[in-house]
């Protein structure tokens, strides 16, 4: 096993804890030797959190739980297995660069679930802007902190989120595949659509189809803390029907697919956050967006209003983007609204936006 940085740190840190210890006890040390020492385990204490590589490297014979609870701050490698972090029921673990960017736009791609098209969803909800900044061979994605992101692969809505977290749930608790001759996932597209609380038909058929063909060819390049990470594919697909294409009046056609290890690298210490599944499903558009985004935050933050409205991937206007988005606020007000995404407040200026969910002030209150 290679020894990284970090663990390197971990030993150090661990030897200068406990001679700090022994220092304290014995009556050899000076009280400015027992105080040099103390700074000398705080020191290494500190930089034995520096983050460093995403995946925990475990040993071999790691017990069951040892790997549990690694895994409830990042992915984790036990001998030649990725395990992604675990998270809650009733939500999905997503890596923050990918949830806080504008990879997945407030847009409708394709036919959604219900069969309304791009075209009809423009009508109440823009498309996407065109003037997404274009790098050498992909986009880049406009995102929220220190990150470089570039998309090399095909548009992506509000849509693919949710399908995507689905897949991801499917690997809470079975290591990552390797790709070559590493098994895969079997489902119904019918149990497939209805564990993501859409009724089965064959206009949500077409579009999990067409969502998981955009998801398989997603290819994304982040630049993050220092470090280059090239994810080239991130789920491989396949489907049972094979040349029956056109043919889904039956729901017993099958998906066979396999999240890939790449993506473990996106899930480092507070890389990620457990997103509840009442955001994801909050409503179409811009009112799925703000839960979303905002239920990776644990507090109030002012933030520009120039760049949420970037974020969202909104073609509309600075005043009728405004507008829209003081709406779906109004709209996750209501008493009916699942408390994890709640809005308590918030506050929308001609160059700022404040907002303040529920569960954040009862989170602070518990503390």
Same mark, same amino acid.
């Given at each position: ?28 040390? &000076? ?86 098209? $791009?075209?009809?969803?423009?009508v109440d909800q823009d498309t996407i802007s065109g003037d997404i900044d274009q790098e050498p061979g992909g986009r880049l994605i406009p995102g929220m ?7 090399? #692969?095909?548009?992506? *809505? ?33 149990l497939f659509v209805n564990q993501m609380g859409v009724a089965y038909s064959a206009e949500s058929h077409r579009s999990l189809r067409a969502s998981l063909e955009r998801l398989s060819a997603l290819s994304l390049h982040l630049r993050h803390d220092g470090? $280059? ?21 039956? *729901? ?12 473990? $690298? ?46 969202? #991937? ?19 007000? $209501? ?18 936006? &404040?907002?303040?969910? &529920? ?9």
């Amino acid at each position: 096993m290679t020894t990284t940085k970090n663990s390197r740190h971990a030993i150090a840190a661990g030897d200068v804890k406990t001679l700090a210890t022994l220092a304290l006890e014995s009556n050899h040390f &000076t009280q400015h030797q027992k105080d040099v020492i103390h700074r000398a385990a705080a020191r290494a204490e500190r930089a034995s959190r520096v983050p460093g590589e995403p995946i925990l490297q475990l040993p071999p014979n790691a017990t069951p739980n040892e790997v549990n609870s690694a895994r409830k701050r990042r992915s984790v490698r036990r001998g030649k297995d990725i395990f992604l972090p675990s998270w809650k029921p009733e939500t999905t673990g997503f890596p923050n660069v990918l949830v806080r960017s504008a990879l997945w736009s407030m847009r409708t791609i394709g036919l959604t679930p219900d069969g309304v098209t $791009e075209a009809q969803n423009a009508v109440d909800q823009d498309t996407i802007s065109g003037d997404i900044d274009q790098e050498p061979g992909g986009r880049l994605i406009p995102g929220m902190g220190d990150f470089t992101l570039i998309n090399r #692969g095909p548009a992506l *809505g509000s849509y693919d989120r949710r399908v995507f977290a689905s897949c991801v749930d499917y690997y809470k608790d079975r290591p990552l595949s390797p790709g070559g001759d590493s098994s895969w996932v079997e489902v119904s597209f019918y149990l497939f659509v209805n564990q993501m609380g859409v009724a089965y038909s064959a206009e949500s058929h077409r579009s999990l189809r067409a969502s998981l063909e955009r998801l398989s060819a997603l290819s994304l390049h982040l630049r993050h803390d220092g470090f $280059e990470r090239h994810l080239p594919r991130i789920l491989e697909v396949s489907f049972a029907d094979g040349k029956a294409r056109g043919d889904i009046s039956s *729901g017993s056609d099958k998906i066979v697919f396999r999240v890939l290890e790449p993506l473990a $690298e996106l899930y480092g210490p507070a890389k990620w956050t457990a997103v509840p599944h009442s955001a994801l499903n909050a409503g179409k558009g811009l009112k799925s967006w703000v839960a979303t985004f905002y239920s990776t935050h644990r507090r109030s933050l002012p933030l520009p209003l120039a760049l949420v409205q970037r974020l969202t #991937g909104t073609g509309a206007t600075t005043a009728k983007f405004t507008f829209q988005l003081k709406e779906s606020l109004k709209n996750l007000q $209501e008493s009916n609204v699942p408390e994890a995404v709640r809005v308590a407040d918030y506050s929308v200026s001609k160059t700022e936006v &404040t907002v303040h969910l &529920t569960r954040w002030g009862k989170e602070v209150a518990a503390k």
